[in-house]
């Protein structure tokens, strides 16, 4: 029998199929919902609105229907249109894992890789090129190519895990940090800034130019903003009337080239590297040295060498005196 509870699930499915969407989209797919099953069962008394507090509740009722797969229908605002985006994400352990059951472990771990360049890019560019991309399959243990590499990067593009841009670099997509946004706090606390005014995680946007300012801010907040006051929230300087002269945070951010060079790793593992590399060097300048136990068995072997002596000597007592121990000291006997 058709019921109200079947609005859920046909729009699930219609979410499930698209990925991510628009919140103007899914308030559309949700009307097409109410009016299918409406036209299945007539006797229903359901009218949809496009209020955000009836759709505040629908959204509440299908995260509840959802708990149990550890799953949540989660929105959030795309950082270059300012649009309010949703999809349904993981909310279990291993976000990265669970990314995508389609790919392979060797493939998940590489994009693991990459997320981590993109993370950890110089001047908060949040980006990499795509020579850095390709690096990433020499730090994996696997037998991946850099050819079959090229292949799952525009796979991680087509299906809107990862963004290319004309200038042939590669950042994280409006899905990914839906998916992975607890990951990618858990991991890169210092890497994850957030937009001073929506409290967002800011991957696209512009900096305050005030050295050491931690304002951070995506372009259509920052147009919101200056609408209101003219100066930074956080230290009062005049602020442009462009964001084009402010810092910028992304892309723009770096140049063709920067980061090509050394790949980037984490300060955290830098710092147990160097320590491993200090004990390493203090192992081989400290001198040779023999130790407690290695003392104990060097008295041993002295010890069994004055036995070795004493049993000679009693086999030779014609020829020499006998020596013996009483006491600590050592005294001579001939033998009788």
């Keep these: 029998m058709v019921s109200s509870n079947d609005v859920q699930r046909l729009f699930l499915q219609a979410v499930f199929s698209r990925g991510i969407l ?22 229903l008394d359901m009218r949809f609105s496009d209020s955000r507090e009836e759709w505040d509740r629908f959204v509440v009722a299908i995260n509840n229907a959802l ?9 959030l605002t795309d950082e270059k249109t300012g649009v309010e985006m949703y999809a349904v994400v993981n909310t279990k352990d291993d976000e990265v894992a669970q990314m995508a059951t389609d790919y392979t472990p060797a493939e998940i771990a590489y994009f693991k890789a990459v997320v981590e360049q993109i993370m950890l890019a110089p001047h908060e560019s949040y980006s990499v ?59 890169y606390p210092e890497e994850c800034q957030e937009c001073i005014i929506c409290m967002e995680m800011v991957t696209r946007g512009v900096a305050c130019n005030t050295l050491n300012c931690r304002t951070r801010i995506h372009h259509h907040c920052f147009v919101k903003l200056r609408a209101r006051r003219a100066q930074c929230p956080s230290c009062t300087k005049e602020w442009p009337q462009d964001a084009k002269n402010l810092t910028p945070v992304g892309e723009a951010a770096i140049k063709d080239g920067q980061d090509e060079g050394r790949r980037l790793r984490r300060k955290s593992d830098e710092a147990s590297d160097e320590e491993e590399e200090e004990e390493f060097r203090m192992e081989e300048d400290e001198p040779s040295q023999p130790t407690q136990s290695g003392r104990r068995g060097k008295q041993k072997q002295k010890a069994s060498a004055v036995d070795v002596d004493e049993s000679e000597d009693e086999g030779n007592v014609d020829e020499a005196p006998r020596r013996t121990q009483v006491n600590g000291r050592r005294r001579s006997t001939r033998a009788r």
Excluded at 67 to 75: G, I, K, S, Y
Aim: proline residues 2%; positive net charge; charged residues 20%.
């Design 22 to 43: 628009s919140f103007k989209h899914a308030q559309v797919l949700w009307g097409k919902c109410i009016d299918a099953v409406k036209a299945a069962n007539p006797t």
């Design 129 to 187: 090129s795509s020579l850095a991309a390709l690096r990433e399959v020499n730090s994996l243990k696997s037998n991946m190519t850099k050819t079959q590499a090229e292949v799952v990067l525009s796979s991680f593009v087509a299906k809107g895990w990862l963004l290319k841009s004309k200038r042939g670099r590669y950042s994280l997509s409006t899905r990914t940090v839906l998916e992975l946004l607890p990951y990618l706090k858990s991991n």
């Design 67 to 75: 708990n149990c797969l550890h799953l949540e229908f989660r929105h």
